[in-house]
């Protein structure tokens, strides 16, 4: 998953048994951090619940009553929250170094928690880009990357 979706990825991999590998492309890590250090800058999550209802009036069905406690980290969509799961997993985690939208030292903190478990872990910082989707994981080299982490078994 990519951006929010990496958010997604990471915890409905580790909600599930069946899911052994996750691939997360600039994802919040936590939101009730996100926005919240001091001299770090990111998205503000407040204004993009405007600019959803303006830009996508009818395609998003989004029940904005339940906004704040996606901003203030009160749903069950933080993977930070899963982290001892997460550790016995294999995450393969992407992140643009000059992200503002969501800051890149939370993937890397991230990455360095998750290095403590038994999952094979990798983490790929691609120098002079800002935000990443899911669409990223088509570039070359990062898909050849991934490829290489998926089928190593002396890696996992």
Do not use: C, M
Not at 17 to 30: L, Y
Not at 67 to 89: R, T
Not at 103 to 110: D, E, I, Y
């Amino acid at each position: 998953g990519g951006s929010f979706g990496a958010s997604v990825a990471l915890v409905a991999g580790a909600k599930s048994k069946f899911v052994r590998d996750i691939v997360a492309v600039a994802g919040p890590i936590d939101y009730r951090k996100h926005g919240k250090i001091d001299g770090v800058e990111e998205y503000d999550l407040i204004s993009l619940q405007q600019e959803l209802k303006v830009a996508y009036p009818e395609e998003w069905r989004i029940d904005f009553t339940k906004w704040q406690d996606f901003v203030s980290g009160d749903l069950d969509i933080n993977p930070y929250d899963y982290i001892d799961i997460l550790k016995h997993k294999n995450t393969f985690i992407v992140h643009g170094q000059n992200d503002t939208s969501v800051w890149v030292g939370h993937s890397k903190a991230f990455h360095n928690e998750l290095l403590f478990g038994s999952g094979h872990h990798q983490l790929i910082i691609v120098d002079d880009l800002n935000h990443l989707g899911a669409y990223y994981i088509a570039n070359v080299n990062i898909h050849n990357h991934i490829l290489e982490w998926l089928t190593n078994p002396k890696q996992k």
